[in-house]
């Protein structure tokens, strides 16, 4: 069968710093897929190296059986990734289904051209799909900044699915919320997981997270793959803590 998400040799040099240094893994259709490691370890580099962001030093990228290698991040929302960033992508002066919109107008490019985009009444059922997906209609009339910082966070993931997405990428979708919230969105996730079909990979440093949600678990370390499997055996490989101690 072929993989979802096919990641070869991937490699991404900044200057003397080999941040992903031959990385190699593929992402079968319905997987939730933890990535852990140590910061530094160049979890993000890796995404932004799979999503176009930076143009990888080597390697390649196969999206349903397509080389996508280098291709834009707009052309890669097109085709059926999605992403959230580390840091929040909501506006906070625009309401929750605003947001929505404003991300479907332009799947996954920079957040000031999603400001300045022009009104379009065509995406408003499509957000208020995502809206009763997401269960977030009590607060969709809202400023998005008027909500709490994890609620944000959900108004984020929910914008990355204006594009229908088959994947999507979450970078470190717990940092800062609280647990209430976490949990709240370990259901989210496996609901969109099972309902919608999305396949996911994860960034997250949160490790009862990745225990309760992941399918599967790559620890990074030092640009490269230093362990890879069930989450329980990952969590426990002696290198793997080596690597979080060493940190
Ligand atoms: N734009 C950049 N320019 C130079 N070095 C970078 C850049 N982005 C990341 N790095 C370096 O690459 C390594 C991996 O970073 P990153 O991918 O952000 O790690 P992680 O997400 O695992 O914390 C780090 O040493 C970091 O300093
Ligand atoms: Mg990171």
């Known amino acids: 069968m072929t993989a979802l998400l096919d990641v070869q040799a991937m490699q991404k040099a900044y200057g003397a710093i080999r941040a992903v240094d031959g990385v190699s893994f593929s992402v079968a259709s319905g997987e939730i897929l933890g990535v852990i490691g140590p910061n ?11 999503l176009g962001q930076v143009l990888p030093s080597a390697g390649s990228v196969a999206f349903e059986g397509h080389d996508v290698t280098g291709s834009k991040p707009l052309h890669l ?16 002066k625009l309401s929750v289904r605003d947001n929505l919109i404003a991300a479907g107008q332009e799947f996954g490019t920079g957040k000031f051209a999603r400001l300045f985009a022009a009104p379009e009444a065509g995406l408003g059922p499509r957000a208020e799909e995502i809206i009763a997906l997401f269960r977030i209609g009590h607060v969709a009339h809202l400023p998005a900044g008027s909500l709490s910082y994890g609620q944000q966070k959900l108004v984020d993931i929910a914008m990355a699915f204006m594009s229908r997405p088959r994947l999507v990428l979450l970078d470190e979708p717990c940092a800062g919320v609280n647990p209430a919230l976490i949990d709240q969105l370990t259901e989210l996730l496996r609901r969109l997981n099972r309902e919608a079909g999305t396949t996911f990979i994860v960034i997250e440093h949160n490790m009862d997270f990745v225990m309760n949600l992941c399918s599967r678990v790559i620890c990074m370390a030092q640009g490269r793959i230093l362990a890879e499997g069930p989450p329980a055996e990952v969590q426990a490989n002696r290198a793997v803590l080596e690597a979080y101690l060493g940190a």
């Open 40 to 50: 530094g370890s160049g979890k993000t580099t890796l995404f932004n190296a799979i």
């Open 77 to 92: 929302a097109r085709r059926g990734i999605g992403r959230t960033f580390q840091s929040l992508q909501v506006f906070g």
